[in-house]
């Protein structure tokens, strides 16, 4: 080999030199920035599945020149290592996909003399040739097996995670060619009959693969159950005299078993018609350990697919019999996810953030310590006091609730403590108080946010010394009650607000419980739905109406910023109006708004904004949704919210609305 004289040499032209399917091309940039991948648009397009659409590039650093992967899916191999960026050297082979790109540094780029003297094109196409061959062999024999290796773990996993039956096997037979660089392959699977069905074939330019397939060689594997390799078929006395082998011209031939169980189900076939010795003993490794875990994911895939047809066939019959289903049935059909949820009975979900309520309503029902319920109004915090006492030691005992914010001051302390005859105006006879009448049972206080500090003060007292004094009394009663106590107001934000006492907020605070608002539990929307239907008809006594596909979508990407009370009015509103079918046309106004179904947490262009300053937000949208759907009616509206009207006039002062309420009702 002759030197290169330095001034017939192009230091601004880089070479790269690809090998894909047996078939070898060279190309020539100049600039400093070469782009790879599957786009076309690429400076350097490499068609084949394996490669990303902009998989890397190479970008020139002063003489140096560097491989940077662009986040590609398989990544990208430099002398079988895995590399995000690299410094390339002269010679260095880089994997993409099933392609080899062998990186020849700048520089290297003959210069023809002017007038065209010197190689032919003829002698430059075979010089080139034979420069790229004995590059590709050397790389091959020095980087073959770490990559090989590399490239196995990778296609195993790709392997593990695809579950579509035909997506699998495409995979499989372009994992077969990466790993072994055939020219052409198919795959065959077993079918009932005794012969082969074929299924995936890769490079047949259009011929019928059946056509170039050397049954003798399928049979041997399949009855022998082992892999056949031949260097050149027409010289293997084994084959030599297979008129298949002779007619084929087929040279280097890898013929592997897909095994299950001790049975052939299929065969991985790669061949090379133009090149004998094109596989080695270490291809025949590769394949079997890849044939080993293609017939796993193919099992896989097949127990998938029956999985999911059963399923199918299941929903089908499900939907054929919805319309038999009875009550009964119904109810039990709400709770068929979890266990725990057929534990407390009226409360209907599903969703994750359900069941995790219903693991901790689990945990606290047999302690007797305080609960408090932290929730947006219309979550059913009641409901879920009620299932504490329900499923407790004081079961059978009295329930005895109150809403804090529905009384003034002094009529709340009558109704918790109790009154002597004669202690105010109008006390003509002693009454016993919710505590007294509690006793042994459990209290629930709702709203308790809305005490004043002074009540807050003598619920401490009583809390603390387990004794209430009635009004005008001269005695005390001893109670034993178990408070649960609950707030659609966050009580830690009041207490460093100096709004509540940190005292009484720790000895309500025991055990605390949250429940989630409907908008993060979307998916039970249907199951509330389903519920609040079957339960209103058959009160009604109305035939149960059937939901339009796009009033259930509605439903469920609505924020519904009343909860579940908002979603039981409104399928109550359409057991009264709606016929036969609930069409969108009976939706509220602002279940058809299309921007209403956004919450302002999950609005990217929303401003950040601090809990308390969220929760006033909410409750200020939601107050003045209540008002307009009832044109400014303060009792219609507190009705909806699932306050008194007492305590929305004191939210609407609190929060400036009062001019959006109408002043006669």
């Known amino acids: 080999m002759t030197a290169l004289d330095p001034e017939a040499l192009d230091p601004e032209v880089l070479v790269l030199a690809v090998v894909l399917d047996g078939q070898r091309s060279e190309h020539r940039f100049r600039g400093g920035v070469v782009r790879i991948g599957r786009a076309t648009d690429n400076d350097l397009p490499i068609t084949d599945r394996g490669v990303s659409r ?83 062999a050397e790389t091959r024999q020095a980087g073959r097996p770490r990559q090989g290796l590399h490239a196995l773990v990778r296609i195993n996993k790709a392997l593990a995670s695809q579950l579509e039956p035909r997506a699998l096997l495409e995979l499989i037979v372009d994992s077969a060619l990466e790993l072994t660089g055939g ?18 074939a890769r490079n047949f330019a ?5 056509a170039k397939f050397s049954a003798t060689i399928a049979e041997q594997v399949r009855t022998s159950r082992r892999s056949v390799l031949t260097l050149n078929a027409q010289d293997d006395q084994r084959f030599s005299s297979l008129a298949s082998v002779v ?47 293609a017939a796993v994911a193919l099992r896989n895939a097949r127990l ?15 939907d054929r019999s919805e319309a038999r289903l009875t009550g009964v049935e119904r109810e039990l059909r709400f709770s068929r996810t979890d266990v725990v949820a057929r534990r407390f009975p009226g409360i209907v979900g599903e969703a994750p953030a359900m069941l995790e309520l219903f693991r901790t309503l689990e945990r606290i029902v047999t302690s007797e310590y305080p609960v408090l319920i932290h929730g947006e109004s219309g979550t059913g915090k009641e409901l879920i006091a009620r299932s504490i006492h329900a499923r ?49 049972g459990t209290l629930f206080l709702d709203e308790v946010s809305e005490m004043s500090t002074q009540m807050q003060k003598k619920l401490l007292r009583v809390l603390q010394e387990g004794e209430v004094r009635p009004l005008g009394a001269d ?21 460093r607000a100096g709004e509540f006492r940190e005292d009484l907020f720790y000895r309500l605070r025991v055990l605390p419980v949250r429940v989630p608002p409907l908008r993060e539990r979307r998916s039970d929307v249907p199951l509330l739905v389903d519920c609040f239907l079957e339960t209103f008809c058959r009160e009604s006594g109305r035939a149960r109406p059937r939901l339009a596909p796009e009033v259930l979508q509605r439903c469920e990407a ?36 299309e921007s209403a179904g956004l919450d302002e947490a999950e609005d990217p262009a929303a401003p950040a904004q601090d809990l308390p300053a969220r929760v006033a937000a909410l409750e200020m949208r939601a107050i003045r949704g209540a008002l307009r759907a009832h044109g400014g009616n303060k009792s219609r509206a507190a009705q909806v919210l699932g306050i008194s009207r007492f305590a929305l006039q004191r939210k609407l002062e609190k929060l400036g609305l009062e001019a959006e309420a109408s002043p006669e009702e």
């Open 392 to 440: 407790g030691a004081r079961a059978g005992k009295a329930f005895v609730s109150e809403n804090c914010a529905a009384l003034p001051d002094d009529l709340l302390e009558s109704e918790l403590f109790g009154h002597a005859k004669g202690a105010f105006t109008g006390a003509h006879r002693s009454k016993r108080g919710l505590l007294e009448m509690a006793d042994g």
């Open 304 to 318: 998938v697919a029956e999985l999911r047809q059963a399923n199918a066939r299941l929903a089908e019959r499900a």
């Open 558 to 593: 609505y924020a519904w910023p009343g909860n579940v009370r908002q979603l039981q009015n409104e399928v109550r509103k359409w057991v009264v109006l709606a016929g036969a079918v609930v069409e969108l046309d009976h939706l509220t106004p602002a279940l058809l708004d």
């Open 54 to 136: 902009y998989h890397c590039r190479l970008e020139r650093d002063g003489a140096r020149w560097f491989l940077v992967d662009l986040g590609s899916q398989n990544g990208t191999l430099v002398g079988g290592e895995r590399a995000a960026r690299r410094e390339l050297a002269s010679g260095d082979v880089i994997q993409i996909g099933r392609a080899r790109v062998t990186f020849s540094g700048a520089g290297f780029v003959r210069r023809e003399p002017e007038g065209g003297a010197g190689r032919s094109a003829e002698k430059r196409a075979l010089d080139d040739t034979a420069t790229g061959l004995a590059i590709g």
């Open 206 to 210: 259009g011929e019928m693969p059946e």
């Open 183 to 200: 020219e052409r392959a198919f795959l065959v699977l077993a079918n009932e009959s005794g012969g082969w069905s074929f299924e995936v």
């Open 247 to 293: 007619d084929l011209r087929l040279r280097s031939v890898l013929c592997t078993p897909l095994e299950l169980d001790g049975e052939v189900v299929g065969l991985l076939y790669l061949d090379n018609r133009l090149q004998t010795g094109a596989f080695a003993e270490q291809d025949v490794e590769l394949l079997e350990s890849l044939a080993a875990q």
């Open 475 to 495: 005695r005390t009663v001893r109670v034993d009650v178990r408070l649960v106590s609950a707030s659609n107001r966050d009580l830690e934000e009041l207490v």
